[in-house]
């Protein structure tokens, strides 16, 4: 069993498919932790809604090939195009970060994912659902990541969320 980290992303009809990711992860998989929910700006175009960020970890002794499909087909199951452009709205996107210690490319996906170091949206709820954890690369705790982070063009603030009448707590 590896520990898996997704982040999860929507601004179109953003609590509807975040709460479907979340049903489906766990209905899915055991042991579902997560992050609180962040709002952000969209980082990359500048014609779109704001986004609701958040970051899931689970166990799970699938291969990152099964588990990159998975987290494709809830995408599409959302109302997620295939052909739609990268910087664009969405209904859902969810994106493997870490399985395991993996490093490297594997089943054509690299981890683990570059993003964990460039994003706001992505560190801030990843080093606080999992401060003492290490990068695989680098084995720097997600928390130092965060205190060197400069995000002074990436704002984004915890948001009030309830799921499955539990409240994903604000600080």
């Not at 400069?150 to 600080?171: G, I, M, S, T, Y």
Request: hydrophobic fraction near 45%; aromatic fraction near 10%.
């Amino acid at each position: 069993m590896a520990r898996v980290t997704v982040s999860i992303g929507s601004n179109i009809e953003r609590e509807r498919h975040v709460r479907a990711c979340l049903d489906a992860l766990a209905d899915t998989f055991d042991a579902l932790r997560l992050s609180r929910v962040y709002e952000s700006e969209p980082v990359g175009f500048e014609d779109g809604r704001n986004f609701y960020n958040l970051v899931a970890t689970f166990d799970s002794d699938w291969s990152v090939g099964e588990l990159a499909a998975w987290c494709k087909r809830l995408e599409f199951a959302n109302g997620r195009r295939p052909d739609s452009p990268k910087f664009s709205p969405r209904t859902l996107d969810v994106d493997l970060l870490t399985v395991g210690d993996l490093c490297g490319e594997h089943d054509g996906i690299a981890l683990p994912r570059a993003e964990i170091r460039h994003h706001a949206f992505v560190l801030k709820p990843l080093a606080e659902l999992l401060p003492d954890a290490r990068h695989p690369l680098d084995e720097i705790r997600y928390a130092e990541l965060w205190a060197a982070f400069d995000a002074d063009d990436q704002a984004l603030w915890p948001v009030e969320f309830v799921w499955r009448e539990h409240h994903l707590p604000l600080a």
